[in-house]
């Protein structure tokens, strides 16, 4: 396979320098420490009949996570196998959470056993090395762990850094990710969202590692895959899931409850954190949203005040969000952290994304004429609720440039009558039109074999042929074949600022077999549309 080019990270999608503290084998730790355990003991945790995690003293005996649980025992006879019990490690790890944020205030749990947290904070104070070695020593001195630290851009990069005990360095992320293997993306936080499968269909098309997984473009494995898929590439991009500007959520859509009498036991603490994480996901569900960041929040009796914000690999359901609570309150009460019973809590979404992206199975298992039915019932029932503009459309019309050509209509009205009038369109572009638009045109540099910049002159003539195209800051490209000029004056009877516009349009091939669609406007070549 050629060298892979990493692409430019999009802006909306530079995700944010972190750092991530990983405790190895936590589920494992806290099985053995819950159970009185010696830690030399080989241990394993299963989840769903397979090896989840493991002690390092069964991994000397060839234990593996995926392993089944008649091979585990087979190769090692006497380890000692636990269920998993996410609020065993969750209640557990409240003392490490507390010791990290003695020393770096503002942590994010990820799952127990992963915490991260911004590293503008700890790393500009200490610097890097420091920081990682401040933090381990503290972790250390009080819960006993031992632990690992990384930094990266990105929750997915830092977490793979913390493994290896990397700092890497800003931007660095995309070229520390591309050797490493493709069974990365299934990670355990990721175990909801079907990545072992995806990884082993990755494996069996020839893609070993993330960088080879990365470089292919994005529209083909979206149209391959689906969106799951999508996602998981932009991880091994070394980029964000979703674009970093998330909508923060307003104040109103916090919920709280008044405990009364207040909680003390577990088992009451559970009750109270169903009822809330319901009223919650109402209150999301009702406003067409769903949780990423969740803020847990709680006074007891004696006024004092805990927080604890919880970060999540997938948008949290109903479920999600009641699990979550009901860790944090078990780490809470069975941890000795409060000196009384807890009288208030509280629940804040501290980051929403659209809930649309909690239904990415719409398209599987159907015909064509099901799903076409399935989807045009929701259409209707959303512009019941919203009007008839909020679902629209697009539909080819009339115009010249690609980005005119297309009209927005509310959805079932595509047939009323064009207000564009009919063709012909003089400088209109010849078929075939480009498959992609971009909202806004990029940048461009066009060139001739001389290196001079390609003009095209008031009589509709170009300067020369055109020889190499560079595309924003990116690498220059030759191009193996062209056509064109389509040139357009618009309104040249007003000046510019009142709409006058002369466009020049050039179709190239450019000798990586990518085609574009160029336009010149006042001298500066820009790239209108992308053949497929």
Not at 75 to 104: K, N, Y
Not at 125 to 144: H, K, P, S, T
Not at 341 to 363: K, T
Not at 415 to 438: C, F, N, Q, Y
């Amino acid at each position: 396979m050629p060298e892979a080019v990493l692409p430019e990270i999009p802006a909306g999608y530079r995700p944010l320098r972190l750092l991530v503290i990983w405790c190895p084998d936590w589920p494992v730790t806290a099985a053995i420490a819950a159970a009185g355990l010696d830690p030399r003991t080989p241990c394993a945790v299963l989840a769903g009949g397979k090896v989840l995690a493991c002690s390092a003293t069964a991994r000397v005996e060839g234990i593996r996570r995926g392993l089944r649980r008649r091979e585990a025992e087979g190769r090692c006879p006497e380890l000692v196998v636990f269920e998993d019990d996410q609020t065993r490690d969750a209640r557990l790890f409240e003392p490490v959470a507390l010791g990290i944020e003695q020393l770096a205030p503002g942590i994010e749990i990820v799952r127990p056993g992963l915490v991260a947290l911004p590293a503008q904070g700890p790393v500009g104070y200490f610097g890097a090395e420091e920081a990682a070695e401040r933090l381990v020593d503290q972790v250390g001195a009080l819960a006993g762990v031992e632990c690992q630290v990384g930094v990266a851009d990105g929750l997915f990069a830092a977490t793979l850094a913390a493994h290896r005990g990397v700092l890497v360095p800003p931007g660095g992320s995309p070229e520390f990710l591309a050797p490493l293997g493709i069974g990365e993306l299934d990670q355990p936080a990721e175990r909801l969202a079907g990545r072992g499968e995806l990884v082993d269909l990755l494996r069996r098309l020839g893609l070993r590692s993330l960088g080879e997984f990365g470089v292919l473009p994005e529209r083909e494995v979206a149209s391959r895959f689906g969106a799951a898929a999508v996602r998981a590439h932009r991880l091994a991009r070394g980029l964000e899931e979703r674009p970093a500007d998330r909508r923060l959520p307003p104040a109103e859509l916090a919920v709280a409850q008044q405990l009364d009498p207040p909680v003390e036991r577990v088992d009451a603490a559970a009750f109270a954190a169903r009822a809330l994480a319901e009223r919650l996901h109402t209150v999301l569900a009702a406003r067409g949203l769903a949780c990423t960041r969740l803020a847990i929040q709680a006074r007891t009796e004696h006024g004092e005040e805990l927080s604890r914000v919880w970060r999540c690999a997938e948008p949290l359901t109903a479920n999600g969000i009641a699990d979550r609570v009901r860790w944090q309150l078990d780490g809470w009460l069975r941890a000795g952290g409060p000196t009384a019973g807890i009288n208030l809590l509280r629940v804040e979404p501290e980051e929403v994304v659209d809930a649309g992206v909690l239904q990415l199975d719409l398209w599987k298992g159907e015909g064509a004429a099901q799903l076409a039915e399935r989807a045009g019932r929701a259409f209707v029932r959303v512009q019941g609720l919203l009007g008839p503009e909020a679902v629209c459309t697009g539909v080819l019309g009339g115009g010249r440039g690609p980005g005119e050509r297309v009209r927005w209509v509310p959805w079932g009205d595509e047939a009323r009558p064009r207000h564009d009038p009919e063709p012909p369109w003089p400088g209109r572009l010849p078929a075939p039109s480009p498959t992609l638009v971009p909202a806004e045109p990029v940048a461009a540099i066009v060139k001739d074999r001389r290196g001079n910049v390609v003009s095209v002159s008031a009589r509709q003539r170009i300067s020369g042929p055109p020889h190499e195209v560079t595309v924003e800051s990116g690498r220059s490209r030759l191009v193996t074949a062209w056509a064109g000029p389509w040139t357009v004056e618009e309104r040249w009877w007003l000046p510019p600022e009142l709409g006058a516009n002369r466009v020049a349009r050039l179709q190239v091939l450019l000798a990586d077999g990518q085609a574009l669609l160029l336009a010149c406007a006042n001298g500066s070549w820009q790239v209108e549309g992308v053949y497929d």
